[in-house]
């Protein structure tokens, strides 16, 4: 489903007025008036959105989160498989560069949901990923898809909880250490030396 254009501004002028008041103020202190005040929207049209401040916070991190995690999912002989590498690091980069958001969400009632949401958006990546694999006759994937998708995603979950709670900047060493973990068979290669 497409959003609506105005919907879209909203989210995205709700988005900024959140990360402008996380510069001064915790997450737990920002109320939904004072969130609509700094966005200049109306609270009617925020409850459009999210039933509180933390759910919407829950889904601006992980629409965007989905948007970075995107790769193309055409298939063939040839393929390039480094671009799974290229959305790992611009995933993990999204993380270090939203941390205000991340940290005090992970670190709430709303950890769970914050969790459980990016399991959800990895997921349906992950399944891609497998398919995009598979069709490229790639050797030794796992023939029972949900599981293998499970303990991919929960592991990159636990990463990026991982990741956020830390100060480290360098993504792309970050994303090497991350594909340096994953099982024989997964086709994505390190370039550097990963710790």
Same mark, same amino acid.
């Given at each position: 489903m497409i959003e609506d254009p105005r919907q879209t501004r909203t989210r995205a002028a709700l988005g900024d007025a959140l990360m402008r008041l996380l510069a001064n103020a915790p997450l737990d202190s920002i109320s939904v008036a004072s969130l609509c005040r700094e966005a +200049?929207?109306?609270?009617?049209? $925020? =409850? +459009?959105?999210a039933g509180g401040?933390?759910? $919407? #916070?829950?889904? =601006?991190l992980t629409r965007d989160l989905d948007l970075v #995690?995107?790769?193309?999912?055409?298939?063939?002989p040839g393929i390039d498989f480094s671009r799974y590498r290229t959305a790992l690091i611009t995933l993990l980069q999204h993380v270090a560069d939203e941390r205000a958001l991340y940290r005090p969400l992970?670190?709430?009632?709303? +950890?769970?949901?914050?969790?459980?949401?990016?399991? +959800?958006?990895?997921r349906e990546r992950f399944l891609i990923a497998l398919d995009v694999f598979r069709a490229s006759n790639v050797v030794g994937i796992p023939d029972r898809?949900?599981?293998t998708v499970a303990f991919l995603t929960? #592991?990159?979950?636990?990463?990026?909880?991982?990741? #956020?709670?830390?100060?480290d900047e360098d993504a792309v060493t970050a994303a090497d250490r991350?594909?340096?973990l994953m099982p024989a068979w997964w086709p994505v290669e390190p370039e550097s030396d990963a710790d």
């Open positions: +200049g929207v109306h609270r009617t049209t $925020f =409850y +459009g959105h401040v933390e759910e $919407f #916070a829950v889904d =601006y #995690a995107t790769v193309d999912s055409t298939a063939g992970l670190n709430s009632r709303w +950890g769970g949901s914050l969790r459980a949401a990016i399991d +959800g958006r990895l898809r949900s599981e929960g #592991a990159l979950v636990g990463m990026i909880a991982s990741w #956020a709670a830390s100060d991350v594909l340096a």
